[in-house]
């Protein structure tokens, strides 16, 4: 699947249904409390809430004030009980609406009812599953997906994405086939098919052919490469947050930091935000001298002509000079630091390892990377990357690092190296241990469903010695030494430099080539199974190309800048410290 234009794709559904659904069922609610009111809301939620129903949207309904609460939900909940009961005491009487999204759980009206202020208070849902972020970027906007489930084991966002599949479905019709590959992504799937069967069937023309489920710990390596297109740079950089970026006065060349949308609608960006970055430069001082052009057109002009051109074309010419002279400072920006031999080095590691050569040297990188603080997440990310593309961390390597690491980061992230051991992603190789063949053999046993927890019980054991076998299998490292032209990617390495195709995407290509799994059967093996493919309708209308791939825990931009195909994710922004939280971790 060679690199192509996402935005070429045809007829993409309208998505803005989705925020016109929310946002009249959120009116409703605000309705059900007439006259003047005040809003708390969530500090995660002041984003996405902004991109559905801004201010002046809410003060139509009679919102008079607004507060953002910046606590945990269970801390939210104990501080509004405490507001319920302190107005109780004084003899203050106020009506009370919480209102609960994506939905409500038990436990939330389980601690209203030992706070006492059960009766006092109404509670509803709002079903905001999904906030559309571009023509083919949905999320679900939910930052704790990840480690809720892969970490804690805590499945109440099952629901929700099951929830959202069957809204999708509702507004856009059946879809002919789903595809996955996962425990959750399985489980995703269960959850939504009962909602089918719970709910009336109508029939309508779909927008969607396939859906394609893939949990995140499938492919843990590509979220852990360094991500070189343009749009992967700014998240890593600038970080985007709900669709949005805000560049500071470094980038803005004033006093003043500027919030900008990242979407198909700025047509500076929709064109380079696949692009690998060392072309970035060349296209953007074209577009510079193509717009120049375009001001140089009012020479000579009559008044007529003068009048016509400020009515037609003067607008928004100036809308793509503020842009273009944003993405040119972003771009300064990112080339100052990514430029650097720090970085130059980091990725000369990161494909060392990828490839499985010169791992001496790749961890003499590691030691000097973490002695000198240059990155504490890189620093993680290096060493996760070696853990998994070497079947875990020698013992002798694994201590050293792991004693350098706390030295030079903190003793507190004892708690973040256990939780990447939990998760598979940070693992010290035993004594004598043969990871390969040993676990083959598990696998292969290991196959009955009257067994699932014995199954279960070796997942993180298995996870960690395939990727060289699964990379073989793949051909998800191009040969080295062949010259790579990034201005004309041949295959979905580019995004990588040309250095490694990204495991996840490959897959959906095999799958969507084979339409299912047969003969990437020992492939599913590697990857713990928990493989499927369910025809659900027989469209006559199945030669419409457009495909969902629903990522549960996150996706990479360098992900979505490959695969042709509408993507949803769990949630919006892909960084390493929100796979590990390591900042709640400490």
């Not at 995703?188 to 909602?195: D, G, I, K, Q, T």
Request: some cysteine; hydrophobic content about 40%.
């Amino acid at each position: 699947m060679a690199h192509t234009e996402r935005r070429d794709a045809p007829g993409l559904p309208d998505f803005s249904l989705l925020k016109r659904l929310a946002r009249d069922q959120l009116i409703f609610l605000l309705e059900q409390l007439p006259g003047k009111k005040d809003l708390f809301i969530d500090a995660d939620l002041m984003s996405p809430l902004d991109r559905i129903a801004n201010v002046t949207i809410l003060k139509q309904h009679e919102v008079d004030k607004l507060y953002k609460v910046e606590l945990k939900p269970i801390f939210v909940l104990t501080m509004f009980t405490d507001l319920v009961n302190s107005d109780k005491v004084a003899g203050r009487f106020r009506r009370y609406k919480i209102i609960f999204t994506p939905q409500k759980f038990y436990a939330c009206e389980t601690v209203l009812e030992e706070q006492g202020v059960y009766g006092d208070v109404t509670t509803d849902e709002w079903n905001f599953y999904i906030l559309p972020l571009d023509d083919d970027i949905l999320s679900l906007e939910l930052p704790e997906f990840f480690r809720d489930n892969f970490l804690e084991g805590d499945q109440r966002w099952v629901t929700t994405a099951g929830s959202a599949l069957h809204l999708l479905q509702s507004v856009y019709g059946s879809f002919s086939k789903v595809y996955g590959i996962g425990r959750f992504a399985k489980m995703v799937y269960e959850s939504w098919r009962e909602l089918m069967e719970e709910g009336e069937q109508r029939t309508r023309q779909p927008e969607f052919a396939k859906v394609f489920l893939i949990d995140r710990d499938v492919d843990f390596v590509t979220p852990l490469c360094s991500q070189v297109v343009y749009e992967g740079l700014v998240d890593d950089i600038f970080r985007i947050k709900c669709g949005s970026v805000e560049f500071g006065p470094n980038v803005t060349s004033s006093d003043k930091s500027i919030k900008v949308m990242l979407n198909s609608q700025d047509k500076v960006f929709d064109e380079i935000r696949n692009e690998h970055f060392s072309n970035v430069f060349g296209f953007l001082s074209q577009k510079a001298k193509n717009l120049q052009t375009a001001y140089d057109k009012r020479r000579g002009m009559d008044i007529q002509q003068m009048k016509a051109f400020v009515a037609d074309e003067l607008k928004g010419l100036k809308q793509e000079h503020r842009l273009l002279s944003l993405h040119i400072g972003a771009s300064e920006s990112m080339m100052k630091k990514k430029t650097k031999q720090d970085f130059q080095e980091l990725l000369k590691t990161e494909h060392s390892l990828l490839e499985g050569f010169e791992i001496c040297e790749c961890i003499t990188h590691i030691e000097e990377h973490i002695n000198r603080q240059v990155s504490m997440i890189d620093s993680l990310r290096l060493l996760c990357l070696l853990s998994i593309t070497e079947n875990g961390i020698l013992s002798k390597d694994y201590k050293s690092l792991k004693a350098q690491y706390l030295q030079s980061y903190g003793i507190e992230h004892l708690l973040t190296f256990a939780n990447l051991r939990q998760l598979g992603l940070l693992e010290e190789q035993q004594a004598g241990e043969t990871l390969t063949v040993m676990e083959s053999k598990v696998g292969k046993l290991v196959t009955d469903k009257t067994v699932g927890k014995l199954t279960d019980a070796f997942s993180s054991l298995a996870k960690k010695s395939n990727f060289r076998a699964l990379s073989k299998r793949l051909a998800l490292v191009p040969k080295s030494g062949e010259e790579y032209d990034l201005r004309v990617p041949r295959d979905m390495a580019y995004v990588f430099s040309g250095a490694y195709i990204p495991l996840s995407c490959k897959l959906i290509e095999q799958v969507m080539e084979r339409d299912g799994w047969t003969g990437l059967e020992e492939v599913a093996r590697m990857l713990n199974g928990q493989e499927f493919a369910v025809t659900e309708a027989r469209n006559k209308t199945d030669a419409q190309r457009i495909v969902l791939v629903m990522f549960l825990g996150g996706c990479t931009y360098s992900e979505i800048s490959n695969v042709f195909c509408v993507f949803i994710n769990t949630y919006s922004v892909k960084q390493m410290e929100y796979m590990v939280n390591i900042k709640l971790s400490i």
